[in-house]
C-alpha cells in the first residue's frame, strides 16, 4: 500500500512490487482521517508505472467508474454477468483473474485481460487497444474481437484454455509464450504473429489460423498428443526461422 505517497509506489516498483495500491481514493466513513490521494494520483501513476493499479478507500458504486477512468484496474472474481449498458472507458483495464465473467451483450473496451478463470464470450467482445491473456479460460458463442490497430497477446508461460471459440478482427495476435489447449480456437485477423525465443505448445487441443500467419524467433512449436494446427481454405502459414517444428505421439500439423 502507497496510500498517497508517489514515491513510495515508485520504491515498490523498484523492489519487484506485484501490484501498486492508493488510497483513500475517495472521502471514506470509515477511515475519516485517512490521507486523501485522489484520482490524479492514480492518473499519474498509471502513466509512469508499469503494474497493476489498485484504488482503496471511500469507493461506491456511483464513484468506482472516476478510479477506473483514471487508471485504477477493475477485476473480476466469483460470477459477474456484464449486462446491456455495461462500458468501460478510461485507463484502468478490466481483469478477469477467477470465477466466471459472463459477456451477454456486445461489449467494447480499451483494454481487457483475463490471467485466471473463465471469461464466456457469449457475445462479442471488442478491444480497442491491447488485450493481455495470460492465463484461464477463453470461451463462448461470440467473438472477441481485436479492432483495427489494437494487438492481442498470447503471454505467460502456463496454460491458456480454449473453448469452440473466435478471435477476428483487423487487429494483430502475438502469440509469445505459454501452451493453448482445448478449442477449436481461430485465430482469424490478418497478423497472427507467433514470434519469440520461449517455446510455444499446442496440448490435446485444435488451433485454427483463418488467414495470415507468421512464425518467427527461436522458439519450438510443440504439438502434443491429440494437438493440431491447421489452416483454413484459403489462409497461408509462412515460416521465418529455423526452429524446431516438433508432434509428440499423434499431434498433427
Request: hydrophobic share 40%; net charge negative; aromatic share 10%.
Amino acid at each position: 500500500s502507497c496510500y498517497a505517497d508517489r514515491q513510495r509506489a515508485e520504491h515498490a516498483a523498484d523492489a519487484g512490487a506485484d501490484y501498486l495500491a492508493f488510497g483513500a481514493m475517495f472521502p471514506s466513513p470509515t477511515k475519516p482521517e485517512a490521507v486523501y490521494a485522489g484520482p490524479d494520483l492514480i492518473r499519474q501513476a498509471r502513466s509512469e508505472l508499469a503494474l497493476p493499479i489498485c484504488a482503496i478507500g471511500g469507493i461506491t458504486p456511483e464513484n468506482a467508474a472516476e478510479a477506473v477512468a483514471a487508471g485504477a484496474d477493475l477485476r473480476f472474481s466469483g460470477t459477474h454477468d456484464l449486462e446491456p449498458g455495461v462500458s468501460f472507458s478510461g485507463a484502468g483495464t478490466p481483469t478477469v483473474y477467477g470465477g466466471t465473467t459472463n459477456v451477454n451483450a456486445p461489449l467494447s473496451a480499451p483494454q481487457f485481460a483475463l490471467s485466471g478463470g473463465t471469461l464466456n464470450v457469449a457475445n462479442d467482445l471488442t478491444v480497442t487497444n491491447t488485450f493481455d491473456w495470460t492465463g484461464g479460460t477463453l470461451s463462448g458463442a461470440g467473438d472477441t474481437i481485436v479492432g483495427a490497430g489494437a494487438v492481442m497477446n498470447i503471454q505467460g508461460a502456463g496454460l491458456h484454455y480454449a473453448g469452440t471459440h473466435a478471435i477476428r478482427g483487423g487487429g494483430t495476435v502475438n502469440w509469445t509464450e505459454g501452451t493453448i489447449t482445448g478449442g477449436p480456437l481461430t485465430v482469424d485477423v490478418p497478423a497472427f504473429q507467433i514470434i519469440g525465443n520461449a517455446d510455444k505448445y499446442i496440448l490435446n487441443g485444435t488451433l485454427q489460423n483463418a488467414q495470415h500467419a507468421v512464425w518467427d524467433g527461436t522458439g519450438d512449436l510443440w504439438l502434443y498428443y491429440t494437438a493440431t494446427l491447421g489452416n483454413l481454405a484459403g489462409a497461408t502459414f509462412q515460416i521465418e526461422n529455423d526452429a524446431a517444428f516438433r508432434a509428440y505421439y499423434t499431434g498433427t500439423k
